[in-house]
């Protein structure tokens, strides 16, 4: 299966309309609070960091182009064509490579991994916001890109960043000014039940190997200068030995 129309549709115009530059979006934080924070966890249980590293949903690719200082090989994938044009610019050395796809289309995970072989994946901040007849294919493609040896970290918003959000919704500001055009483009930001991603893994016939809980760090901040971030769980899963 694929996603529908609708949910490709609202991404494609949101990244269309997204500003160019680091921090521009909601989520776009600096890579040493998010992937550089994350591979302390991902790193140690990684069988072979010479596989190729598939940023999943890498969006504008700052994370891509972080992994990409450290890996010798990085593919930023994504659904829209305006969030791989944003990244490409943003990347003028093609320190990683490309690859518009559907990750909740098997078929087209199958054919990457014809092409990769088996590849490590970094993931961060898709799931939740799919729709959620969409997480059990992507979880299910997640596994195809991985094979026998790749491992794949991901990172979602956990159940308690509803109440964040839903505070940031009801402020008497109303939303910061960033999350403003994600509501307006139709992507209500999603909450995954907190076991939904472990369950979605090994359902796809995945072993979670790590997990713990670190905040999904923002590009906006509270009237009083603090910065805000989202209570977030991360795991790491791959083929069981
Ligand atoms: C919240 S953004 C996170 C971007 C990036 N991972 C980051 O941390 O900056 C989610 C991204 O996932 C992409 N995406 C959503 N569903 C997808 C799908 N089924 N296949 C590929 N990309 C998808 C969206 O286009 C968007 O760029």
Redesign the pocket.
């Known amino acids: 299966m694929?996603?529908t129309s609708r949910?490709?549709n609202a991404?494609?115009s949101?990244?269309s309309e997204a500003p160019e530059g680091p921090g521009a979006?909601?989520?776009?934080?600096e890579p040493m609070l998010?992937?550089g924070r994350h591979l302390a966890h991902f790193e140690p249980h990684v069988v072979d960091p010479g596989l190729p590293m598939i940023?999943?949903?890498?969006?504008?690719?700052?994370?891509?182009r972080y992994l990409a200082e450290r890996f010798g090989h990085v593919v930023g994938?994504?659904?829209?064509a305006a969030?791989l044009g944003h990244a490409r610019r943003a990347d003028p050395a093609d320190r990683a490579a490309y690859r518009?796809?559907?990750?909740?289309?098997k078929a087209e995970a199958e054919t990457l991994h014809a092409e990769l072989g088996d590849a490590n994946v970094?993931?961060?901040?898709?799931l939740?916001?799919?729709e959620p007849d969409?997480r059990q294919?992507?979880a299910d493609?997640l596994a195809a890109f991985l094979g026998a040896r790749g491992r794949a970290f991901l990172v979602e918003p956990s159940q308690a960043a509803g109440t964040v959000l839903m505070g940031l919704f009801q402020g008497p500001d109303g939303p910061p000014a960033k999350l403003a055009p994600?509501l307006r483009h139709g992507?209500t930001?999603g909450v995954v039940p907190d076991d939904a991603v472990p369950e979605h893994l090994r359902a796809a016939g995945l072993t979670v190997l790590a997990s713990g809980e670190l905040p999904l760090v923002t590009t906006e901040y509270t009237m009083d200068g603090t910065r805000i971030e989202l209570p977030s769980a991360w795991v790491v899963a791959g083929r069981a030995k």
């Open positions: 694929s996603v949910y490709r991404w494609e949101f990244w979006v909601f989520w776009d934080a998010t992937a940023d999943l949903g890498c969006g504008n690719g700052t994370q891509t994938a994504d659904l829209s969030a518009q796809l559907d990750a909740a289309d970094y993931v961060r901040g898709v939740h916001q799919c969409d294919p992507l493609a994600v992507l930001p």
